[in-house]
C-alpha cells in the first residue's frame, strides 16, 4: 500500500510540475502567462462565448484568479466581452478576439506535440484507460473529500 501511495503521489507530483513548465515555455514564446492557458484554452472551444463563473469550473481556478486572468488577457486585446444591459457583470460572456484566436491555435498545435510526446510508446487503449482511471481516481477523492469533515471534526 505504501509504496502504491507512493508511486502516485510522485508521479502525479512530477507530472503537475511537467505541465507547469510546459505552460510555463510555450506561453512565454508568445509572452503571455502560463496562468492563461486553460482559460484560453477553454474559451477556444466556446466561439459562443463564456462567462467567469463558467470559466472557473472548467478551469479549476477560483473567481479572483479567473478574474484577474480576463482583466489581464483583455488588456493585452486577446479577449473581449460584451456587457448585457440591465444584467449583472457575473453574467458577462467573455469571447476571444481575432489575435485571441490566431494564440490559441498556436497553443493548440503545440499541446498536441506535446501531448503526442508525452504519450509516445502508448497505445490509444492504454491512454483511453489511462485518462479514465484519473478521472475515477479524481472524483473519488472528490467523493472522499466531500464526506471527510463529516467523519472527521478538524483537529485543534
Do not use: W
Amino acid at each position: 500500500m505504501q509504496d502504491r501511495f507512493e508511486r502516485f503521489v510522485v508521479s502525479i507530483t512530477e507530472l503537475h510540475r511537467y505541465l507547469q513548465k510546459l505552460k510555463e515555455l510555450e506561453m512565454g514564446q508568445l509572452d503571455l502567462k502560463a496562468g492563461y492557458t486553460m482559460c484560453l484554452y477553454h474559451l477556444g472551444k466556446h466561439p459562443e462565448g463564456l462567462t467567469a463563473t463558467q470559466l472557473t469550473e472548467l478551469c479549476k481556478e477560483d473567481k479572483a484568479a479567473i478574474s484577474r486572468t480576463l482583466s489581464q488577457l483583455s488588456a493585452k486585446g486577446l479577449v473581449s466581452c460584451e456587457l448585457p444591459e440591465n444584467k449583472r457583470s457575473y453574467r458577462t460572456l467573455y469571447y476571444l478576439t481575432e489575435e485571441g484566436s490566431t494564440v490559441v491555435k498556436k497553443i493548440g498545435s503545440r499541446i498536441y506535440s506535446a501531448l503526442a510526446h508525452g504519450g509516445d510508446g502508448m497505445t490509444e487503449e492504454q491512454r483511453v484507460n489511462l485518462y479514465d482511471s484519473l478521472e475515477r481516481i479524481s472524483h473519488n477523492l472528490e467523493q472522499y473529500l466531500a464526506e471527510f469533515p463529516s467523519e472527521h471534526p478538524p483537529k485543534k
